[in-house]
T-cell receptor, first 114, second 114 residues
Framework: NAGVTQTPKFRILKIGQSMTLQCAQD?????MYWYRQDPGMGLKLIYYSVGAGITDKGEVPNGYNVSRSTTEDFPLRLELAAPSQTSVYFC?????????????FGEGSRLTVL | TQLLEQSPQFLSIQEGENLTVYCNSSSVFSSLQWYRQEPGEGPVLLVTVVTGGEVKKLKRLTFQFGDARKDSSLHITAAQPGDTGLYLCAGATAGGTSYGKLTFGQGTILTVHP
């Protein structure tokens, strides 16, 4: 069972470069999320989507962008990378009521901006 | 902004000891989830509590949701090295602009020594 698949697992960027973190889920979940995890800070929500074609900002959206053209895919775009975006990024999906449903997480993408 | 404060942030104990992790907020949540995360992996759901005063047991783990649904605790009895990991609490609110978004605590890093 694939579940939530994130690519790449590791990436080093130079300041000002752009990149896309890919996320795909094969559970036919409507809800998808992008979180970032910094040491000692837990998980912060960047963007989320409640279905194809619908996205909304989370707690820390600045410097990022998302799209949701299909149910399966939810890519996260970083424009003009900055050192403050060095973090571990997790994509997650949920199929039930989002307020009580289980979040299924990918394995994470570790991004370093130098 | 809703905040969840977890304590302690770090816990280092010997195998066989008991421990409790706390998750507190000034906000009311419709449900609260506990996740466990191992290095290099995404968080995995342990339990969801939805009713004030609810107690759920998962083998040696006991989860409690406060009567006012503002706090929760995780108690581990006779800890084992396999319990080592990062424990995260996450609160959900229903309705409005917060629908479908979880607020995560900063996590508790538990190390159980053989």
């Amino acid at each position: 069972n694939a579940g939530v698949t994130q690519t790449p697992k590791f990436r080093i960027l130079k300041i000002g470069q752009s990149m896309t973190l890919q996320c795909a889920q094969d559970m036919n979940h409507n809800y998808m999320y992008w979180y970032r995890q910094d040491p000692g800070m837990g998980l912060k929500l960047i963007y989320y989507s409640v279905g194809a074609g619908i996205t909304d900002k989370g707690e820390v959206p600045n410097g990022y962008n998302v799209s949701r053209s299909t149910t399966e895919d939810f890519p996260l775009r970083l424009e003009l990378a900055a050192p403050s975006q060095t973090s571990v990024y997790f994509c997650a999906s949920s199929g039930g009521l989002a307020e009580t449903g289980e979040l299924f997480f990918g394995e994470g993408s570790r991004l370093t901006v130098l | 902004t809703q905040l969840l404060e977890q304590s302690p942030q770090f816990l280092s104990i010997q195998e066989g000891e008991n421990l409790t992790v706390y998750c507190n907020s000034s906000s009311v949540f419709s449900s609260l989830q506990w996740y466990r995360q191992e290095p290099g992996e995404g968080p995995v759901l342990l339990v969801t509590v939805v009713t004030g005063g609810e107690v759920k047991k998962l083998k040696r783990l006991t989860f409690q949701f406060g009567d006012a649904r503002k706090d929760s605790s995780l108690h581990i009895t006779a800890a084992q090295p396999g319990d080592t990991g990062l424990y995260l609490c996450a609160g959900a609110t229903a309705g409005g602009t917060s629908y479908g978004k979880l607020t995560f605590g900063q996590g508790t890093i538990l190390t159980v020594h053989p």
